[in-house]
């Protein structure tokens, strides 16, 4: 009881000062041994992380271009097939499609094979979906295939002249393919 007899609010948080340094010292201590090894862990394991990444990033870019890669004129890939591939990816949805083909002569050695696209069951879709489908064509064709033509028609009946419709529609999409004239 002696020890406590001459305690006074100096003394107290000098004590107390002491105790809680040595507690953060201790608690400062084995963050930095945590770190110590995070580092070590660190400059062991990513060198081979980094090249385990390299290895996959070139092959996921091989396999891509390959999946990009459409050669209509030697017959890799259907232009049909091409077309229902894009109607089918998860940000457009069209759903089942129909497409017609129609061949015309566009000058000398020349062909426009043109394809018209419609929903098989005339189901009616937003436009931002109907204009992601026209732009992935163009994007993923690079090129050999153009969007040509559109009618779009709202699938509101009996719409007034002042009326907003709501933003669905269905459509009919002309898909035009130049290629060379088969002898």
Same mark, same amino acid.
């Given at each position: 009881?002696?020890?406590?007899?001459?305690?006074?609010?100096?003394?107290?948080?000098?004590?107390?000062?002491?105790?809680?340094?040595?507690?953060?010292?201790?608690?400062?201590?084995?963050?930095?041994?945590?770190?110590?090894?995070?580092?070590?862990?660190?400059?062991?394991?990513?060198?081979?992380?980094?090249?385990?990444?390299?290895?996959?990033?070139?092959?996921?870019?091989?396999?891509?271009?390959?999946?990009?890669?459409?050669?209509?004129?030697?017959?890799?890939?259907?232009?049909?097939?091409?077309?229902?591939?894009?109607?089918?990816?998860?940000?457009?949805?069209?759903?089942?499609?129909?497409?017609?083909?129609?061949?015309?002569?566009?000058?000398?050695?020349?062909?426009?094979?043109?394809?018209?696209?419609?929903? $098989?069951? =005339?189901?009616?879709?937003?436009?931002?979906?109907?204009? @992601?489908?026209? &732009?992935? *064509?163009?994007?993923?064709? %690079?090129?050999?295939?153009?969007?040509?033509?559109?009618?779009?028609?709202?699938? $509101?009946? =009996?719409?007034?002249?002042?009326?907003?419709?709501?933003? @669905?529609?269905? &459509?009919? *999409?002309?898909?035009?393919? %130049?290629?060379?004239?088969?002898?």
């Amino acid at each position: 009881m002696k020890l406590f007899s001459h305690l006074n609010f100096a003394r107290m948080i000098v004590g107390l000062s002491l105790v809680g340094s040595c507690v953060l010292g201790y608690t400062g201590w084995q963050w930095r041994q945590k770190r110590m090894e995070a580092e070590a862990a660190l400059e062991r394991d990513v060198p081979l992380r980094a090249q385990q990444l390299q290895v996959t990033s070139r092959r996921l870019t091989r396999e891509l271009r390959e999946l990009n890669r459409f050669d209509f004129e030697n017959g890799v890939m259907q232009p049909e097939s091409f077309i229902r591939s894009i109607a089918a990816q998860p940000q457009i949805a069209l759903g089942q499609i129909d497409i017609s083909r129609r061949e015309t002569p566009a000058g000398k050695g020349v062909q426009d094979v043109e394809y018209t696209v419609q929903s $098989q069951i =005339k189901r009616a879709e937003p436009r931002t979906k109907i204009a @992601n489908f026209m &732009y992935r *064509i163009e994007e993923q064709s %690079r090129g050999l295939m153009r969007v040509t033509g559109i009618l779009l028609k709202p699938a $509101q009946k =009996k719409l007034e002249p002042e009326d907003v419709p709501v933003d @669905n529609w269905t &459509y009919d *999409i002309k898909i035009t393919m %130049r290629r060379k004239e088969e002898a």
